[in-house]
């Protein structure tokens, strides 16, 4: 067991432990030499803790669709905190309690949305991602069946710095609600603060190039909050919000309402902001004739994963080539798709069966990339595309990286020719609903010409 103390509590044991001194890079910020620990010093230290085992909740509302009640817009964020939780998780608790009351009062009026929306409050989220991981794999096969995609929001507000993040067929959709809305501080489009903020981002980690649509949206997406079984797990296309700022209180006493009142969004502008960006990405997904999936970005950033994984590395005895084709031919049959869809709906006769067969297909290429033996290791992590390092951190093709990383070639040939399967199959995919787009069977059941 680990426990937690105070500089203040740590302060005295640390001066009496004892022992050698410690080497330089072990040294904390204490005004004290530190040392390893001897013989010296006897403590006798009560903790007063509560161990008992206590149920979890998960607490869903849903709002069944009008038009298409079996296709599923989730949405999710946790309820528990590790001590007051001010803005962890409660500032975005209150952003979706915010947002619930706002489609309450639409269903009152008389608006639902096409698609069903259901949303979730998190319980267990600091102890393992419990809560969500237990009702993903509760309902694993008809998220599998039903889910368009998963939206969370963790914390909601710590500061005015957007910070969003999207698998990369929803970036464009992301990039293009921020249009809708504006920065409170400054007044500009959300549009632009966000990028000014990843700038400044980019900046202060060094990085070089400039901030432009293909970079702007993070699609580096690791672990650490409730959205890893949707992702990882159940293969659902995630989207992630969150307003960031300097937060030194995070998971400590002080994270609390009078940090958040005072500190961290006075007037809670940024908290509506959310609820209102949360709420029309929502009904977007919702409410689309065709679902907004930009798979001609999702291939263009693979390439990129790829590029990445590559980088620096001696590949002499990995041929990426039939893996890069592959991703070439899903990236052209994404941008055949969007072109077919866009020509769809501009004529304006979009055939309720032709609409639902296009929609679920499209909602088939996330599950697409799920390896059901998982990557070499970690079974429960079936997602080709995206997996995590052991702290959390974001790990693109995880099996491939995992085998490059450690000159296993035999694997890492193997899991290139799985993804090229998988990416094989969804340009089949896309090309078949292109076609079906483009040619649709008539009432009689042959073809229009
Ligand atoms: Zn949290």
Redesign the pocket.
């Known amino acids: 067991m680990a426990l937690p103390l105070s500089w203040n509590d740590a302060k005295p044991l640390l001066e009496h432990i004892g022992g050698p001194v410690a080497p330089k890079d072990w040294q904390g910020g204490l005004p004290i030499s530190y040392h390893l620990g001897g013989n010296d010093a006897q403590v006798h230290l009560k903790i007063d803790m509560d161990n008992s085992i206590k149920p979890y909740y998960v607490v869903e509302a849903r709002i069944r669709g009008s038009e298409f009640p079996d296709q599923w817009v989730v949405m999710g964020n946790?309820r528990d905190?590790w001590v007051f939780g001010g803005v962890?998780?409660s500032s975005?608790t209150a952003s979706m309690m915010e947002l619930t009351r706002g489609l309450g009062q639409l269903l009152r009026q008389g608006i639902r949305p096409r698609r069903t929306l259901v949303i979730c409050s998190w319980d267990g989220?600091?102890v393992g991602l419990t809560g969500s991981t237990e009702w993903g794999e509760q309902f694993q096969d008809e998220l599998r069946q039903k889910a368009v995609a998963y939206i969370n929001v963790?914390?909601s507000t710590s500061g005015p710095n957007f910070e969003g993040s999207a698998v990369a067929s929803l970036a464009p959709l992301l990039r293009e609600v921020s249009h809708g809305f504006q920065d409170p501080a400054s007044g500009r489009p959300l549009y632009e603060a966000w990028k000014a903020a990843v700038e400044r981002a980019r900046a202060e980690r060094k990085e070089a190039g400039p901030v432009t649509d293909a970079n702007l949206v993070d699609t580096r997406i690791g672990s650490g909050?409730d959205h890893t079984v949707f992702l990882n797990h159940v293969g659902m296309p995630v989207i992630g919000l969150d307003f960031d700022g300097p937060y030194g209180v995070y998971h400590s006493m002080y994270d609390d309402f009078y940090w958040i009142n005072h500190f961290g969004d006075p007037g809670y502008r940024y908290h509506t902001l959310m609820s209102q960006l949360w709420g029309v990405i929502a009904l977007r997904l919702a409410n689309a004739d065709l679902l907004p999936f930009d798979f001609s970005e999702y291939g263009n950033n693979i390439g990129q994963f790829v590029d990445e994984l590559a980088k620096g590395k001696d590949m002499s005895r990995l041929d990426l080539a039939p893996l890069r084709s592959a991703i070439a031919d899903f990236t052209k049959a994404g941008r055949e798709l969007d072109a077919a869809e866009q020509e769809k709906l501009a004529s304006g006769k979009l055939e309720p069966t032709l609409q639902q067969q296009v929609n679920q297909g499209a909602m088939q290429v996330e599950r697409n990339w799920l390896n059901p033996q998982g990557i070499p290791g970690r079974p429960w992590f079936e997602h080709m595309l995206y997996g995590a390092r052991y702290t959390y951190a974001h790990l693109e093709l995880p099996a491939l990286t995992e085998a490059v990383d450690k000159s296993d070639w035999t694997t890492a040939r193997q899991q290139a020719e799985l993804l090229r399967q998988a990416l094989e199959k969804n340009t089949h995919l896309l090309q078949e609903l292109t076609s079906e787009l483009q040619n649709p069977p008539t009432s009689a059941g042959g073809r229009a010409q």
């Open positions: 946790h905190a962890d998780p975005g989220e600091e963790d914390s909050s």
